[in-house]
């Protein structure tokens, strides 16, 4: 069943339910209601009669003056003790016949329903005792019929019944306007879905009104998601297009010397045993570049973090070991207790430091030096050179993948622009951050940030 028929037929079967529950109320309070004033007044007729006509002395009922007394279709009557009419006035007989009399000691009221030929009739009868010296020796009975009664109660229930009927109505019309309310955006959603569904491109939904309510602040979040996923689908797009456009570089080169020496064959050995470095060169690069682009792809989702608790000192201490034999490089390890504990993805955090270190070797020729410190809230690993250093405009980009600041001299120095870009993600989930502040010509300081509180993966 759709989401709207049941929106519809559940407010409806409500309002149903209510209408009908106020409508018996009202109706029986209304009874109640005029019942008891009927009553009254009735026996307020009785306390009169009995006044005026002097009840308690005479035992006559002077039927001329009893007239006045009887309203619509009724009857006054004198009862005995035995419950014998001594003396009676009515204008329906009909009436007085079906009712008995009754001899009372106190005063009651009766509604009676009698039957008669063209339907039922209400009757009220009320009986008084008359008292004379002290001694209740007679009641007065009066017998009405209801007609009054009757006939509001009939105009009554019509116009519950109408009323309950037309509640519906509205209440059902109300429904599907309600649920069409509700609805529309939601239709609007299904459909956009759809639409992505079947043609794979991501699409917003249109915001009509600022309605500022949920359905507004789902169709906004979906709206964001997309925007993130368009974000990042530009981004991949954006990769694949650099990351092509990085591979042509060496690959043209590749192409061109092995074109010379296929045109030309082996017969100049040192021209050919060129073309044959350069190749291994640019392949080494294209090699490194592969390397690189897959260190990234695995460093950019939140993939789960193998890590374990190692020693800072010890792992810095066997990075710069290797670097300084592999480059032929001064660098000097700096730490502030003889062991820093942290806890980390040892290979990936070993990664995030070579690449700072790597950097340092790259655009520097003096000394490298590497500090470990701890503070209140991180472990601190600091990298700092004396080399070229980068331009103060320069730094917000540098952690932008492919990015390098001079593309001529990192293209000497085998840089793919990606190194700071991998650092970064690999710090992020750790929960960490990387800093870089440079001074052109100067140096550059480049630092890790792991924070100490271990924190949930999923936070
Ligand atoms: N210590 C540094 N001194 C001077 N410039 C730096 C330093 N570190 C980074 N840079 C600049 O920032 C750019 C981006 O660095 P990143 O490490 O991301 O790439 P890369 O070193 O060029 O290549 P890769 O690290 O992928 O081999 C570099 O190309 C360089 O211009
Ligand atoms: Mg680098």
Known sequence: ??????????????????????NVVVFFSFMKVTVNMEDQELYQRANTLIKEMKLDQSTNLVKDQVIPYLAGQSFIRIVEPGSKITHEVTNAKLISAKVKPKFV????????????????????????????????????????????????????????????????????????????????????MINTMED??????????????????????????FNRMIGRLEENLEKQKQFISDASHELKTPLTVIKSFADHLLRRGIRNEADALDAIETIHSEATRIQKMTERFLDLAATESATLLETKSL?????????????????????????????????????????????????????????????????????????????IGIPEYEIKNIFER????????????????????????????HHGEVKISSKEGVGTEAELFLPKSERKENE
């Open 196 to 221: 992505i569904e079947q043609s794979g491109i991501p699409k917003k939904i249109v915001i009509q009104h600022e309605t500022r309510d949920e359905l507004q602040k789902m169709a906004v979040t």
């Open 311 to 387: 020693d800072l000192v010890v792992l810095c201490g066997n990075i710069s070991k290797q670097l300084q034999s592999a480059y032929k490089r001064d660098i000097h390890l700096h730490f502030a207790a003889p062991s820093i504990m942290v806890t980390a993805d040892e290979l990936k955090l070993k990664q995030a430091i070579i690449i700072l270190i790597d950097n340092a070797i790259k655009y520097s020729t003096d000394k490298i030096d590497v500090f470990l410190n701890v503070n209140e809230q991180n472990t601190v690993i600091k990298v700092k050179d004396y080399g």
């Open 1 to 22: 069943m759709k989401i709207t028929t049941k929106i519809n037929i559940m407010t409806t079967a409500w309002i149903l339910c209510v209408l009908v529950a106020v």
């Open 402 to 429: 492919f990015y390098r600041v001079d593309k001529a001299r990192s293209r000497e120095t085998g840089g793919t622009g990606l190194g700071l870009a991998i650092a970064k993600n690999i710090m992020k989930q």
């Open 105 to 188: 000691q106190k005063k009651v009221a009766e509604r009676k329903t009698i039957h008669q030929k063209n339907g039922e009739e209400e009757i009220l009868v009320i009986r008084v005792p008359i008292r004379s010296d002290g001694k209740i020796l007679r009641s007065l009975e009066i017998g009405e019929k209801l007609s009054g009664l009757e006939l509001a109660k009939d105009v009554l229930l019509s116009i519950q019944i109408s009323s309950t009927v037309l509640g519906a109505l509205l209440a059902m019309l109300g429904g599907r306007w309600l649920s069409n309310l509700i609805m529309r955006p939601i239709s609007n």
